[in-house]
């Protein structure tokens, strides 16, 4: 029986579980109110309150998981992104400034040993540049006797395809690495209200009136259904998106996916994910949600909760990375997998949600793995201080270990 609490202190084995059961009594609250300050203008006591049982949450976490020791080294980090598959990556071919094109993000990732990417577009299909992609990416990996990342890609079914346009879909069936269809994103009714305030009427809804999904949207469903594609949910509320999920269901899909569910415009509530998943979707865990501007409900914490809440057989990564404000695509999935450690994620966990879980979706052989015994015996001399490894360095900027072990910085 555990034992009920208000505060901890550093001590090992201290899992997130126990941090965030602690109750927070009043008389804490209050005596931690008469010692801080707050800088936004005209907030309440309830708010501040509120702010203060934040504040220690977050305090418990940073000052006590990590001072028990949250172990893992940057030999850990690459055993997870080795053969990891980024299912959700934006690249420069947008109208719009990115930071990295399609090509230079997979040549990054066959660095990195990573399997495959499926690159996402606004306004175009992505899948129609999938194959000049990999032509750049397949000549880099033979010139350094790598393994090339699989660029893979899709439609995203906004205004400037139509819509709800089946014959955009069947169009691009002929592209090689065609595997998704994305409901619409910016042009979604739902994101203009959310996100724009636009109550206009203006935006697209798979639904009619009576909350049937509309003749158009089955046509397309049955597309996805006897191509074997992924039907990836767009900027809609759960409400919309799970009457989608199972009317694909109905027609035959058998490979769905629940787009940055935590997101303010697609927004789903862990019970909410948990109900997805017993439909038999995946849902994405985000690299941008968990590290990034803007963040959503608690960043890291949060998403290391649906890892175990959820499970992580029901989830896949997506970085969602290329804005220019934010790092280089390997950098941010290294960071991210070095959050979710610290936040209690194993790593059997992780390598399901990074190669396996998302290997499954767009329908790749699940990766096999050996343990390396040179590399499990650097990683066991290094554990819980990552620093002890000589090419630590190396691996935490994303860049190639020499085959003699050596760092060359």
């Known amino acids: 029986m555990t034992t009920s609490r208000t505060s901890a202190k550093p001590e090992e084995g201290l899992s997130l579980t126990d941090l965030l059961s602690i109750e927070v009594d009043e008389d804490r609250v209050q005596r931690l109110k008469s010692l801080l300050r707050v800088d936004a203008p005209d907030i309440n006591d309830e708010v501040f309150t509120w702010l203060v049982r934040q504040q220690l949450r977050w305090a418990n976490i940073q000052y006590t998981r990590f001072l028990a020791g949250a172990k893992f080294t940057e030999q850990d980090v690459d055993d997870v992104l080795r ?89 691009c069936l002929g592209f090689p690495g065609m595997r998704y269809v994305w409901m619409p994103m910016v042009d979604s009714y739902h994101h203009r209200r959310v996100v724009y305030d636009d109550w206009s009427g203006y935006g697209l809804t798979f639904l009619d009136e009576q909350r049937r999904v509309i003749p158009a949207m089955v046509d397309i469903l049955k597309v996805i259904a006897d191509n074997d594609l992924v039907l990836a949910s767009g900027h809609y509320p759960y409400e919309d998106t799970a009457i989608l999920v199972e009317e694909a269901r109905r027609v035959g899909v058998n490979r769905i996916e629940i787009i940055h569910p935590a997101h303010i415009h697609s927004k789903h509530t862990i019970r909410e994910m948990q109900l997805q998943a017993e439909r038999g979707a995946k849902l994405m865990l985000s690299g941008l949600g968990a590290m990034a501007f803007p963040l959503h409900e608690t960043g890291p914490l949060y998403a290391a909760q649906i890892v175990n809440e959820v499970g992580p057989q029901h989830l896949v990564y997506g970085s969602d990375i290329g804005q220019l404000q934010n790092l280089p695509h390997s950098l941010m999935n290294r960071w991210m997998v070095k959050l979710l450690f610290a936040y209690g994620c194993t790593k059997e966990q992780l390598q399901v949600v990074f190669a396996d879980s998302p290997a499954e979706l767009v329908g790749l052989e699940p990766p096999t793995r050996t343990v390396d015994p040179e590399a499990e015996a650097s990683r066991l001399r290094a554990l819980g201080y990552p620093q002890a490894d000589p090419d630590a360095r190396l691996r935490a900027r994303g860049l190639p270990v020499p085959p003699h072990g050596g760092s060359v910085d």
């Open 83 to 171: 053969d990891g598959i980024d299912i959700h990556t934006h690249g420069g071919s947008d109208p719009m400034e990115r930071l990295l094109l399609e090509d230079d993000i997979g040549m990054d990732y066959t660095d990195a040993g990573m399997r495959a990417m499926v690159v996402k577009t606004w306004y175009t299909p992505s899948a129609s540049r999938n194959a000049l992609v990999q032509k750049t990416v397949d000549r880099y990996a033979a010139e350094r006797g790598l393994r090339p990342t699989r660029c893979l890609g899709g439609i995203v079914l906004n205004y400037s395809v139509g819509g709800f346009n089946v014959e955009a879909v069947r169009k």
